[in-house]
């Protein structure tokens, strides 16, 4: 729990080294789309921090298409997975255990900063927006990306559920105080003089049943449901599972989900 006189933290992945690959993988030839679409964007050779690198889910296959990629992560363990999987003749990457708000980095050193997923475990993401500006040289691009499903859709509307459970317990479900979301680190973005264009690529479908939706919670998958502590957390999923019968119908009900992957690429005119 995250008392108002706390300070926020930013949410390290050590516990989610060995599984995160498995758990928020593209499927086949997706994750290839998404990195050539990636690497036109970057420009051939550039010079790329990767901002939470974790696993090298994005940064891998960027480096084996001739990108120089240097990572950041807070997650040793993360870091430790990608050279563990870098795939024979990939280069290894230079790797730094650092906070984005604070990167150990000199200024104007980078043609682009790749960063996917991780905003919205940072808590002090101003700062790393403002670290991410400086360490770009004046012409240099911010490449963000995300998974895209309809907001109406019984896996989003799950999760969204759960942290408004967890939350009217007091509990935080991400960094506590500032938590943001895409929306909010794009417009900090345009207020910062950026100008943005974006496009999707790979489109895919998943089929899956209300429980092994309610099963990813369960399994504490996702970094919402980490701060909860153990004797909170049955009550929770109970309340979880009573609202989404309520919902639904059968827990055993299944439903196909429309996904989408949306690269956004920031620059400074």
Known sequence: MIGPMETPKSIPFDRAAGTYDETRGFPPGVGDLVADSAATALGPGARVLDVGIGTGRIAKPLIAR???????????????RLLETLPPGVPRPPLVEADAAWLPLASGTFEAVLSVHVFHLIAHWQAALEEIRRALKPDGIFLTGYEWKPPDSPGTRLLDKWRNLVQARGLAT???????DFDDVK????????????????????????????????H???????????????????ELRAWTVNEYGSLEREFTTPHKFIWQRFHWP
């Open 187 to 218: 417009a900090a973005l345009l207020a910062m003089g950026a100008v943005l264009d974006e496009w999707p690529v790979g489109e895919w479908e998943t089929t899956r049943t209300l429980a092994r939706h309610i099963e990813t919670i369960e």
């Open 174 to 180: 991400h960094a506590g105080p500032g938590t943001r």
């Open 66 to 80: 001739g990108l120089a990629v240097t990572g950041v992560d807070l997650s040793p363990k993360m870091m430790h």
């Open 220 to 238: 504490r998958t996702w970094s919402s449901t980490w701060n909860v502590p153990d004797d909170f957390f049955p009550q929770c999923l109970a």
